[in-house]
């Protein structure tokens, strides 16, 4: 399971059609603690910069290969 620490975030309003059912939605960038950084969504409760997040355990196929993060 990947960690990291929240480099940024933004909530997403006027998603893109395949996601506008779960709109308002947030986004990070995640830099990672193995090296290198990811966008994300973010699962659970809002995160702010500097915030420790984990990868969700809980991704689906649902979610179109997009991970999930949670804060720790």
């Keep these: 399971m990947?960690?990291?620490?929240?480099?940024?975030e933004t909530v997403v309003y006027a998603a893109p059609e395949r996601?506008?059912?779960?709109?308002?939605?947030?986004?990070?960038?995640?830099d990672l603690s193995e090296g290198g950084r990811v966008t994300a969504r973010v699962r659970g409760d809002r995160v702010a910069i500097g915030d420790k997040v984990s990868e969700a355990e809980n991704q689906s196929e649902n979610d179109g290969g997009i991970p999930f993060f949670q804060k720790l």
């Design 2 to 8: 990947r960690t990291g620490i929240v480099y940024t």
């Design 19 to 30: 996601f506008a059912a779960d709109a308002p939605y947030q986004v990070v960038i995640v």
